[in-house]
């Protein structure tokens, strides 16, 4: 029984952790420039290809352990596809839990276009400065893994 407890505290904790991510879209009046993707965006395996439309997911710190520091997390995927598990989603919820405020971004795929990508994480940093207070963040940086 009391495995039983434990394991519907854990799951019910990480549901209203999941609940408590927002999504911020980068562009939200449309993207300004196309990519030329046109397809559906596929999700395989935590990769994630034919991105056409941009956005972040926010990794709150935890009040307790909030550092003020905030990190803008940009996944690889050699300009093919997205690492959204083990370089985004995941590495979010690390730094989330180190007291480290995490943007994991999801770019548009340059597709032969190279300067969206770039676009798309400037965009990122200007709506997080614009929303820092906010969001109450205090160190702003960036890491691409």
């Not at 039983?4 to 449309?30: K, N, T």
Request: with cysteine; hydrophobic share 45%; charged share 20%.
């Amino acid at each position: 029984m009391k495995n039983i407890l434990f394991c519907l505290f854990f799951l019910s904790s990480a549901v209203l952790q999941a609940a408590e991510r927002e999504v911020i879209f980068l562009w939200p009046r449309g993207v300004p420039e196309s990519n030329g993707i046109t397809v559906p965006e596929v999700t395989k395996n935590d990769f994630v290809e034919k991105i056409s439309v941009p956005s972040m997911m926010f990794y709150p710190a935890d009040a307790a352990k909030n550092t003020g520091v905030t990190i803008l997390v940009i996944p690889g995927g050699s300009y093919i596809c997205e690492a959204a598990g083990h370089e985004g989603s995941q590495f979010g919820e690390w730094l989330s839990s180190l007291g480290i405020n995490a943007f994991v971004l999801k770019y548009r795929l340059p597709n032969k276009h190279a300067y969206i990508p770039l676009k798309d994480a400037q965009q990122a940093m200007r709506i997080i400065r614009s929303r820092a207070g906010e969001w109450k963040l205090d160190q702003l940086g960036r890491a691409h893994v």
